[in-house]
Each structure stands twice: as C-alpha cells, then as structure tokens.
Nanobody
C-alpha cells in the first residue's frame, strides 16, 4: 500500500523559508512522477512543482526562482524548499505521486487528477 506523509509546514513571516518533506512508502514504480500541490481556502488546488524519476522538474510561474523540488531516492523522500515566502503562498500543501512518465511534464501541474496517490497535507502560513 502506497503511503505519502508530508511534514515541515508551519508559520513564517514574509520572506522566510520552509522545507517540506514527503516520506514515501510502498511505492514500487521504476518510472514515476511526483509533485507538490497546494490549496488555499476558497480556491482550487494548484500545481506547485513536479519531478520525474530522471530528475526533470517543472514549476508554476508563481514559484519559479523561489521554490525547489528535489528527491532523495535512498531515503524515499520528496522535498520542497521554499524561499522568499509570500502571504499568497499560504495554503495546505500536498504531496502526490503517479506511476509512469509524462511529457510534457509541465502539464501535470494543471492536471492533479493524473496523480493517483496523495498525502494528507501540511499547512503553510505566511504572515505579512
């Protein structure tokens, strides 16, 4: 059974940094894509960043240059380093995974329904 467990959320002031982690277990796909999504109250879920097994990445325009997605295959962990946080980044952040590759990778940011596995989320709150 695939399980994704996020951690690392919290409350920070504008301009601060956080690193989210997603511990993955029970995942046996040799080819895969993983990503971070977020959802603020009253808004639709949006893609933040995605990465595939080869290390190819894609980011939402709103976070380019501020956020970095990475993975540690030895630890089965996905990360999201968030720098220069803004109040607009306040949301529940979710880790997601899917088997197989996808091209172009950027489309996965728009189609969260293509991800079959999700974590429970971790809250990020940025105050001005």
């Amino acid at each position: 059974q695939v399980q994704l467990v996020e951690s690392g959320g919290g409350s920070v002031q504008s301009g601060g940094s956080l690193r989210l982690s997603c511990d993955v277990s029970g995942y046996t796909y040799s080819r895969y894509c993983m990503g971070w999504f977020r959802q603020a109250p009253g808004k639709e879920r949006e893609g933040v960043a995605v990465i595939d097994g080869a290390g190819t990445t894609s980011y939402a325009d709103s976070v380019k240059g501020r956020f970095t997605i990475s993975q540690d295959n030895a630890k089965n962990t996905l990360y999201l380093q968030m720098n220069g946080l803004k109040p607009d980044d306040t949301a529940m952040y979710y880790c997601a995974a899917r088997g197989g590759t996808y091209r172009p990778l950027s489309l996965l940011l728009q189609w969260s329904s293509l991800f079959g596995y999700w974590g429970q989320g971790t809250q990020v709150t940025v105050s001005s």
